[in-house]
């Protein structure tokens, strides 16, 4: 039986495509940390600390 495997480039755009909105992030931020931000200037910084985080997965 083949096994099927999911096109990583294609998940990883829709994942920046949902998550480059700020306000997206920082729900996803507070889903899985389980907190309740609602500062603007959180926004930046999640946002910032995203752009990194993309960076890197593109570079591997």
Same mark, same amino acid.
């Not at 930046?44 to 946002?47: D, F, K, T």
């Given at each position: 039986m083949k096994k099927m495997q999911a096109n990583r480039t294609y998940k990883s755009r829709i994942f /920046?495509?949902?998550f480059s909105n700020p306000k997206e992030l920082l729900s996803l931020y507070n889903a899985v940390n389980g907190t309740h931000y609602q500062e603007p200037e959180l926004l /930046?910084?999640?946002?910032d600390l995203f752009s990194d985080i993309t960076k890197e997965?593109?570079?591997k």
């Open positions: /920046e495509m949902i /930046e910084i999640i946002a997965d593109k570079g």
